[in-house]
């Protein structure tokens, strides 16, 4: 498992509402609104996108714009498969607020209470880092492991992670910045596996996705899924 390469896929794959139960009004609106997406992504020069509307608990409104893959020029679909990246971290607190309430944490707990390992370099001050702390951003940790893997792109395991963390310094003192941190979440992902004796991607898809019956989502989506949109960059506009 790739500890700070973990995201969800979500696909939308409700069937659309009959077009008879909206009204009139609401029917040109969605015209006018497919014409302003279409129009707003070639704009944008934006290869490919999905969006659904969903009215009173229905899906009312769905459809692809551009490509899923624009090398290969595959059409983007209500079906289309996209990296949600950091709302990734929404699961995992979430997560960890179904442990807390199953009485497995507290979320003032000391994260080293649960993690032996968790340890830096050095601290900035004495308060020690609590389990809230890292699903707020107030850890003080710093935002990324000890590692270049967003311009290497080698991703370390769990195992380096850790190995890395106890080189590491806070970059302020717990509680008193907020800082963005993908390592503090990482690390509120360690805790979900320990404390829920399951793996991160296991425990979300169980206890998360399947209850809220979005059965095609994945928590480790793999090169070749089936209608997983390939990634693109950002460039210059015209290039």
């Known amino acids: 498992m790739r500890l700070l390469a973990v995201v969800i896929a ?5 069937p659309v509402g009959r077009g008879a139960e909206l009204s009139t009004k609401a029917q040109d609106a969605l015209r006018v609104f497919d014409q302003w997406v279409a129009a707003r992504a070639a704009d944008r020069e934006q290869p490919g996108l999905s969006i659904g ?5 229905e899906l009312v409104f769905a459809k692809g714009y551009g490509y899923a893959d624009l090398n290969n020029r595959m059409p983007a679909t209500p079906q289309t498969l996209y990296r ?17 309430d199953a009485g497995k944490l507290r979320l003032d707990d000391a ?39 967003w311009n290497t792109k080698q991703f370390p395991t769990r195992e380096q992670v850790r190995e890395m963390l106890a ?16 390592l503090a979440v990482s690390v509120e992902g360690e805790l979900v596996a320990k404390l829920s004796g ?25 090169p070749g899924v089936f209608g997983l949109a390939a990634g693109m960059g950002r460039g210059w506009r015209g290039r």
């Open 10 to 14: 979500i696909v939308m794959w409700a």
């Open 53 to 57: 509307i969903v009215r009173d608990q």
């Open 84 to 100: 949600v990246a950091s709302i990734t971290k929404l699961f995992t607190a979430t997560a960890a607020m179904q442990l807390r």
């Open 111 to 149: 994260v080293a209470r649960h993690l032996d390992w968790f340890r830096l370099r050095s601290t900035k001050g004495d308060v020690p880092v609590q389990v809230w702390h890292l699903m707020t951003h107030l850890s003080g940790l710093p935002r990324e492991s000890a590692t270049p893997y």
């Open 167 to 182: 080189g590491q310094e806070q970059a302020y003192a717990v509680g008193t910045k907020w800082k963005y941190s993908n």
């Open 198 to 222: 399951m793996e991160w991607g296991d425990y979300v898809t169980e206890r998360v996705l399947k209850p809220l019956g979005m059965n095609a989502s994945l928590p480790l989506p793999r």
